[in-house]
């Protein structure tokens, strides 16, 4: 690569230049450092005055700074071209253009220190990324820790499920469907169609049948039946087909009224 750089000058003669018989330039530029350039230009020749021939030599002192973004090593520093102009009879003006040739790009240097800070930010990355990984699958470990949490507390459940279907206008038709799940507790959820605050009693007798001991029960259905106002137990018994001592076995027959619920057990499929 070359680069060129002009350099002009206004030389003052001590008598008038009157014609230029002839004319030279020299030069001492060197680097004296990788990025500066000193020495001189030096303008000799001879001019004519009046029939008078006189010498002339007139030292032009350079220095020149050349930017660090260039490579020095090969370069040199030449002259590329030379005129001049007489400006007045005394002043003499010269437009030197220099070259410098071999001109490169420096080669960016890569530190070690540099590579090594580098490498350590790199590695500081890689720790964090490795910390939020751990922190998710910390994360995961809870979500699942809980799933388990809630399996585990579904199978002490137990699903009870007791669904009861009108029969006729009053009468109202328990099957009662029990899933046990645990030996140790009970969850029942108990749907009722129609009812009022009494039918909780009743399905608190209903359900009581069912812990009551663990030996087979001859009755598999039970009727929930709903006292009119001309019933009586007679009437009941008669309807139903059992004796009085099965009904009591299920009931407070001590005052009835109507309105109330008597449960009514059955043979029946």
């Keep these: 690569m070359n680069k060129i750089i002009p350099f002009n000058k206004d030389i003052t003669f001590n008598e008038k230049i009157g014609e230029i018989e002839s004319i030279a330039l020299d ?48 370069a040199s520093i030449n002259i590329d071209d030379f005129y001049y102009e007489i400006i007045n009879d005394n002043i003499l003006r010269v437009k030197i253009d220099l070259i410098l040739d071999d001109l490169e790009y420096q080669k960016e240097e890569i530190k070690e220190d540099s590579l090594r800070l580098d490498y350590n930010v790199d590695i500081k990355k890689d720790d964090d990324l490795f910390d939020a990984s751990i922190d998710l699958l910390k994360k995961g470990e809870d979500g699942f820790n809980t799933s388990m949490d809630l399996l585990k507390k579904g199978d002490e459940l137990f699903d009870a499920k007791l669904d009861l279907e009108k029969k006729g206008n009053n009468p109202f038709v328990a099957d009662a469907s029990i899933k046990k799940e645990s030996d140790q507790k009970l969850d029942a959820n108990l749907s009722l169609a129609k009812g009022n605050k009494e039918e909780t009693k009743d399905t608190d007798k209903i359900m009581d049948l069912f812990k009551e001991n663990d030996e087979p029960k001859e009755y598999s259905i039970y009727r929930v039946y709903t006292m009119g106002e001309n019933d009586t137990i007679d009437s009941i018994l008669k ?31």
Excluded at 45 to 61: A, I, M, R, T
């Design 27 to 74: 030069d001492t530029l060197k680097f004296i450092e990788p990025y500066t350039i000193k020495g001189e230009l030096i303008v000799r020749g001879c001019n004519k005055y009046l029939d008078v021939e006189n010498e002339f030599s007139y030292p032009l002192p350079v220095e020149i700074a050349v930017d660090s973004k260039y490579d020095t090593k090969k």
């Design 239 to 269: 309807k139903y087909g059992i004796t009085k001592e099965d009904l009591e076995n299920y009931n407070d027959l001590g005052s009835l009224k109507t309105g109330d619920k008597l449960i009514i057990p059955s043979t029946d499929e």
